[in-house]
């Protein structure tokens, strides 16, 4: 075996530095990544800032202002009970980007757990992992997570434990088949002859090499959660009142009296939901792009 010497580690080093610089660069000459990333960057900061932004409380009652249309003092009109939908529209993405975020951090450190065990040990480990993956995935995920949360009762940290707990196979999935493909690899079989740990060859060595597909999918499941709270919300088993959120904004205005003549009820939350998903998918689609190996090595711009 050949002497690995600190020069051929900087030289590495340094050319991995230079594949991620390439990535970047791909990435910003994506256009609708770029669109993407900016959308999503106003909208989490302008609901980070919602009690700077926001004239009014997402719970402000205002019953001599109940129903007014979009105006100079309320921006995007009020409710049937005179709250803001401007200050709901902020403090409720608050609830939804929190639920996305939160519920696919817990699936995807489930997710990569597993797949990481089933990957490198294979054999009858890998087979009983993926016995039980295959038998997460046979549950109707929706019908599931109506099911618990009717049960323990709806609230905003249930819908996000449930997600998490239900989602996790297909980043499972995925961690599995990227290791399985680098496990017998040169420098995998080093660390092994070094006597260095499984832990330590997965996490040091291996994971790094399959982060870029890994982070892509777990991209892509934020939109999904997003839209999936929603969903769960405007079933009223998502986001409880007072508190707001996007899918249970909708679900108050869902009267047919209030789409035809109140707009203003049902048309922001509404485009909230379809901006943030769709900035989601365009990141991911972006960095799907510029993650692609082939492209890396070959440095074409899109």
Known sequence: MTDITAADVTIAAGAS????????R???NHRLATLGLVMLTIIVLACVLAPLIAHYGPNDIDLRGRNQPPGGVHWLGT?????????????????SLTVGFVAVAISAAIGIFVGCVAGYFGGKVDL???????MVLTFPRLV???AFVAVVGPSIFNTMVVIGLL???SIAR???GEILALRNQEFVLAARSLGTSPSVIILEHILPNVLSPILVAITLDVATVILLEASLSFLGLGAQAPAASWGNMLRDARTLSILESQPWMWIPPGAMIAMAVLSINFVGDGLRDALDPQHIMGGGAK
Do not use: K, N, Q
């Not at 009983?128 to 295959?134: A, K, P, Q, S, V």
């Open 17 to 24: 530095r230079g594949l991620w610089g390439e990535a970047a």
């Open 26 to 28: 791909r990435f910003l």
């Open 79 to 95: 409710d049937g009970t005179g709250r803001d939908i401007f200050a709901r529209i902020l403090y409720g993405g608050r609830i």
């Open 128 to 134: 009983l992992l993926m016995g039980l993956i295959d």
């Open 144 to 146: 599931i997570i109506i």
């Open 167 to 169: 989602s996790w196979p």
């Open 174 to 176: 995925l961690t599995r």
